[in-house]
T-cell receptor, first 115, second 112 residues
């Protein structure tokens, strides 16, 4: 079974630039999360999708972050414009659904450095 | 306000001995707890979980204990192996399908 795919794996940009991350979930996984992990911290939820609908985006800084999940499969996360404090690993996580406690599968992450 | 706390940033253990990683939580609504293991340059991988209706769950060398009254859980690894060296995250969930709340992680180093 193929895992969660993310690209790019690394990205370096200057502050005020824009950046986008892509995630391809495990086939059949209806639930998709984006987490932000700052160095020395645990992952923190940014947004949760169920199929192509948003379930929880309460912690997403909507003035600069946006995310979409077209057709309920792939997802993109965008930051525009980036700030220094956005330097982190961005993790895409997927699971089968919301009715039970399903295992959440993590992608390898995209490490973003904002200079 | 940290709802899941891993107060030990690091732990060093000799091969063959027991590793005990601890985790405390503050939200009494949490009813499902998980441990994830993370190697450098990889995403976290699921290790073991426990529901709040249980106080122990075992899977091979890994056992998780839950003390609801103390809002405390621990992960025991017996015997520890050098390949267990990684960062271990404790996570909690209050409702099926919702996002996990993670602790800051504990770095385990197992020496041979």
């Amino acid at each position: 079974e193929a895992g969660v795919a993310q690209s790019p794996r690394y990205k370096i940009i200057e502050k005020r630039q824009s950046v986008a991350f892509w995630c391809n979930p495990i086939s059949g996984h209806a639930t998709l999360y984006w987490y932000q992990q700052i160095l020395g911290q645990g992952p923190k939820l940014l947004i949760q999708f169920q199929n192509n609908g948003v379930v929880d985006d309460s912690q997403l800084p909507k003035d600069r972050f946006s995310a979409e999940r077209l057709k309920g499969v792939d997802s993109t996360l965008k930051i525009q414009p980036a700030k220094l404090e956005d330097s982190a690993v961005y993790l895409c996580v997927t699971s089968l659904g919301v009715l039970t406690y399903n295992e959440q599968f993590f992608g390898p992450g995209t490490r973003l450095t904002v200079l | 306000d940290q709802q899941v706390k891993q107060n030990s940033p690091s732990l060093s253990v000799q091969e063959g001995r027991i590793s005990i990683l601890n985790c405390d939580y503050t939200n009494s609504m949490f009813d499902y707890f998980l441990w994830y293991k993370k190697y450098p340059a990889e995403g976290p991988t699921f290790l073991i979980s426990i529901s709040s209706i249980k106080d122990k769950n075992e899977d091979g060398r890994f056992t998780v204990f839950l003390n609801k009254s103390a809002k405390h859980l621990s992960l025991h690894i017996v015997p520890s192996q050098p390949g267990d060296s990684a960062v271990y995250f404790c996570a909690a969930s209050g409702q099926a399908g919702t996002a996990l709340i993670f602790g800051k992680g504990t770095t385990l180093s197992v020496s041979s």
